[in-house]
Each structure stands twice: as structure tokens, then as C-alpha cells.
């Protein structure tokens, strides 16, 4: 799935949500910082384990993840 080797999913790890590189860091938890306007710098900062290429992919994956197809119901 394009690329992104750093987003892994282990029934283990956080209940098998999308992680980062097999750590306990879920991807919807950087993705929520970058959306809630944290600077990259102090997303690395704040998690020394995480490098910027995480950060990139993270946002790829949900970017990814947007693209699925929904259609709204029709009212009655």
C-alpha cells in the first residue's frame, strides 16, 4: 500500500490499530497532532522514537484512508 512501511498492524500492539514501526504510537495519535496544529518539531520532541519520515507517513496513510467511496443514504 503505497509505500508506507513505517504503518504496521499487530493484533498485539495497541489492539492492531495502524502503529508506527511496530510501537505503541498509533498513527491516528500523530495525525491528531498535526490536525490539532503541533509543529513536527515538537512531535519529535515530545517522542524521541518517532522520526519525521513517521510523521510523513502517517499523514499519507490517513490521506489514503480518505479515498474510500461513501454514499449517504437517502432520506424516506
Avoid: H
Amino acid at each position: 500500500m503505497l509505500g508506507l512501511d513505517r504503518i504496521t498492524f499487530d493484533p498485539i500492539i495497541m489492539g492492531g490499530q495502524a502503529c508506527i514501526r511496530g510501537m505503541r504510537i498509533p498513527v491516528s495519535l500523530v495525525v491528531n497532532l498535526v490536525a490539532n496544529g503541533k509543529p513536527v518539531e515538537e512531535i519529535l520532541e515530545e517522542y524521541p522514537d518517532l522520526e519525521s519520515e513517521d510523521i510523513r507517513q502517517s499523514l499519507l496513510y490517513a490521506a489514503w484512508l480518505t479515498q474510500e467511496r461513501v454514499y449517504p443514504f437517502k432520506s424516506a
